[in-house]
Each structure stands twice: as structure tokens, then as C-alpha cells.
């Protein structure tokens, strides 16, 4: 079983950059396909980019100019660059892993979210 936890959100303000990261631990790592999503309040959850196994990457039309998904199989870590921040931002963003026989959109494990807050 894959935990997940995410880090670097918080209080920004616009136009600012963050780097969010989702350590991983319990399971290989690299066996993975991994995404990212964002909910804000009364809002259904979004999904924003996945990176599969082989480090191939998509991220949403919508926010593939400012948002860049990776991830370091060494440092069992995925990351979500986010740039030029907008208040619309504004969200709790968690990650996602699915196993090698879990199809895509489907997710296996989920991670608790980090905050992040956009200030105008």
C-alpha cells in the first residue's frame, strides 16, 4: 500500500510561484502513475496533470502554461510547479497514485491535501 503526503503549500500572493511535493512511502515507488488534483470550496474536485510510469506528462489545457508536473523516482516524490499564481488558484491541492492494472482516470490512493491560498 502507497502512502502519500503533500507539502509546500501556504499563503501567497499573486503571481508568486510554488513548488508542491507528494512524498511517497510503502510501496516502489516507480510502479506508479501519479496526478495531481485541486478542490476548492464548493467546487468539485479537479483534476489538473498525471505523470505515468515512464515520466510522460500531461497537464490540464487550462493550466499547462503556468503548471508543470514531475517527478524524482529516486526521492519517491512528484511535484507540481505552479507559476504566475491567480486567486483562482486558491485550492486544496492532493495527490494520487494508481498501480500498474488501475486505468486511467481511475486512482488507487489519495493523499491528505496541502492548502494553497492566493492572496489578490
Known amino acids: 500500500q502507497l502512502r502519500l503526503v503533500e507539502s509546500g503549500g501556504g499563503l501567497v500572493q499573486e503571481g508568486a510561484s510554488l513548488r508542491l511535493s507528494c512524498a511517497a512511502s510503502?510501496?516502489?515507488?516507480?510502479?506508479?502513475?501519479l496526478g495531481w488534483f485541486r478542490q476548492s470550496p464548493g467546487k468539485e474536485r479537479e483534476f489538473i496533470a498525471r505523470i505515468n510510469r515512464g515520466s510522460a506528462a500531461y497537464v490540464i489545457d487550462a493550466l499547462k502554461d503556468r503548471f508543470t508536473i514531475s517527478r524524482d523516482n529516486d526521492k519517491n516524490t512528484v511535484y507540481l510547479r505552479m507559476n504566475r499564481l491567480k486567486p483562482e488558484d486558491t485550492a486544496v491541492y492532493s495527490c494520487?497514485?494508481?498501480?500498474?492494472?488501475?486505468?486511467?482516470?481511475?486512482?488507487?490512493?489519495w493523499g491528505p491535501g496541502t492548502q494553497v491560498t492566493v492572496s489578490s
Open positions: 494520487a497514485a494508481a498501480g500498474p492494472v488501475t486505468r486511467f482516470p481511475n486512482w488507487d490512493y
Open positions: 510503502g510501496d516502489t515507488f516507480s510502479n506508479y502513475r
